[in-house]
Each structure stands twice: as C-alpha cells, then as structure tokens.
C-alpha cells in the first residue's frame, strides 16, 4: 500500500500542472493574512445607501467601462473575506494555467514551473498598500485572466479543435468581463 501511495505521489508531482497547484496554495495562504481595508470598506458600504440599479446607473456616468467589474467588486466586498480568498485563489491558479494553455505547446512541466516564477517575481504584496486587495485584485488580476480564457477558443478554433456548447457560455462570460476593464 505505502508503494501504491508513493507511486500517486510522485505522478501527482509530476503532474504537468502541479506547479499551478503550488502557486494557488501560496496565494491561498497569503489570503490567511489579508483583511478588507481602504476602498474594500468604502465598496462595502455602497449598497446599503443605494439599491443596485442606482448603482449601475451612477457607474455608467462615472466609469462607463467598468459597470460589471464595479458590481462584482461591490457584491464581494459585501460579505466576508472567506469568499473572496477562495474565488481569488482559483483565479490565481487559472491565470497560469491559461498562460501555459495558450502559448505553451511542449515541455509543458518544465515551462509551468517557470510561469510560475516569473508571477511570483510580481510584486503582489504592492496590491496591499494600494486601494485594497479586493478592488484591485477583480480590478487587474481578474480582467487579465478572463482576457486569456476569452482568448481561449481562437487557437482552438485555429488548431480545429471542438468547442462544446457550455464552453462557448463560458468564453462569452470571460470576454464581457474581461472588455468589461
């Protein structure tokens, strides 16, 4: 049984996205660290002064661009921290993975773990002396990853691979979100 264990072990290692999987828990364990602060707490307060409609409209006169951005950030920024650590975390893994989807065709657990290097050279602790991680993270990191998943289905499309139905859904959610910025 401990050779069957060790055998899983060692194939989960080498897995070709394992280096995403360590990424999303550093970033996930960085969340254990963080709170709301500056312009999380102002977002938060948002919704109980004006019903959401109002609140479309006022960003449509102010931002034009950003309407759904701002509603998501406000939607979690509302309720606890939890929630967006696990949603942040699942963006952080699939920023890399999308990365690697889209532009790396071969030696792809080698290249992973350099993708991952190279976004852990990012300074993300900065995210948390600027507006608040919550805004900036659904702000820039969440456009940039949806961006890619929209990005998706053209080299499918290029390499005459399928698209399912629920995967069109899908890359229509990340294109509009991602225009959205």
């Given at each position: 049984i401990l050779n069957g264990v060790n055998e899983q072990l060692k194939k989960a290692i080498r897995w070709e996205y394992f280096p995403f999987l360590v990424f999303a828990l550093l970033m996930g364990i960085l969340h254990l660290f963080m709170y709301s602060f500056r312009d999380d707490l102002v977002y938060a307060e948002i919704l109980s002064k004006q019903p959401i409609i109002t609140l479309l409209f006022d960003e449509y006169y102010?931002?034009?661009?950003?309407?759904?951005?701002?509603?998501v950030s406000i939607i979690f920024t509302k309720y606890d921290f939890i929630y967006f650590s696990i949603?942040?975390?699942?963006?952080?893994?699939l920023l890399p993975y999308m990365i690697s989807k889209l532009f790396i065709p071969e030696k792809?657990?080698?290249?992973?773990?350099?993708?991952?290097?190279l976004l852990l050279?990012?300074?993300?602790?900065?995210?948390l002396s600027t507006a608040g991680w919550i805004i900036t993270s659904i702000n820039y990191?969440?456009?940039?990853?949806?961006?890619?998943?929209?990005m998706y289905?053209?080299?499918k499309i290029y390499f005459n691979e399928q698209i399912r139905w629920y995967e069109n859904i899908l890359y229509i959610i990340a294109t509009l979100f991602a225009a959205n910025m």
């Open positions: 102010h931002w034009t661009s950003r309407i759904l951005i701002e509603v949603v942040d975390t699942i963006i952080y893994f792809k657990y080698e290249c992973n773990w350099v993708i991952v290097f050279c990012v300074p993300i602790i900065t995210m990191l969440w456009p940039l990853t949806f961006g890619l998943i929209a289905p053209i080299k």
